[in-house]
């Protein structure tokens, strides 16, 4: 037996579309500068310059994060948590026998799982609704696992 959650943010946008709206965006800031810049305002193309490299840093941050996610698979004998944050990737194994779900208890909280001593938040890249639902999930499924043995 095996189950699995996977948990990701909802990026309206894929990187080919951020590049394309990106790229326009710097042409669009260039011809703005340039006809400036033939009416006598010289400083007016190095503020589109400094606009079009602030926007390339918050981009490249998005890109950053945007494959974050986490995965949560249960089996019959452990529950691996699997958290994918900016490029590094965490694995976390916990025993299923051993593993209680602690549920949100207010609002933006996130779902503890503990067990023996290691506690792992888990549910930081979905909405607080599916956050209550995926912890409901993960412990009706680890009662089941500790039924069937």
Same mark, same amino acid.
């Given at each position: 037996?095996?189950?699995?959650w996977l948990l990701k943010k909802?990026?309206?946008?894929?990187?080919?579309?951020?590049?394309?709206?990106?790229?326009?965006?710097?042409?669009?800031?260039?011809?703005?500068?340039?006809?400036? *810049?033939?009416?006598?305002?010289?400083?007016?193309?190095?503020? *589109?310059?400094?606009?079009?490299?602030?926007? *390339?840093?918050?981009?490249?941050?998005?890109?950053?994060?945007?494959?974050d996610r986490e995965r949560i698979a249960l089996?019959?004998?452990?529950?691996?948590?699997?958290?994918?944050?900016?490029?590094?990737?965490?694995?976390?194994?916990?025993?299923?026998?051993?593993?209680?779900?602690?549920?949100?208890?207010?609002?933006?909280?996130?779902?503890?799982?503990?067990?023996?001593?290691?506690?792992?938040?888990?549910?930081?890249?979905?909405?607080?609704?599916?956050?209550?639902?995926?912890?409901?999930?993960?412990?009706?499924?680890?009662?089941?696992?500790?039924?069937?043995?």
């Open positions: 037996m095996q189950r699995e909802n990026c309206s946008m894929s990187p080919r579309q951020v590049g394309m709206a990106y790229g326009l965006l710097c042409l669009f800031l260039l011809v703005i500068g340039l006809g400036f *810049a033939l009416h006598g305002a010289w400083f007016v193309p190095v503020f *589109a310059l400094l606009d079009i490299g602030v926007l *390339a840093t918050a981009l490249l941050c998005y890109a950053r994060h945007e494959g089996t019959d004998d452990s529950m691996l948590v699997e958290r994918v944050e900016a490029g590094q990737v965490r694995h976390i194994r916990l025993e299923a026998c051993w593993t209680r779900i602690v549920m949100p208890d207010r609002q933006r909280s996130l779902i503890a799982l503990e067990s023996r001593g290691v506690r792992v938040e888990i549910g930081g890249f979905v909405g607080e609704e599916l956050r209550g639902q995926v912890a409901q999930e993960l412990r009706r499924e680890l009662r089941k696992a500790s039924l069937l043995r």
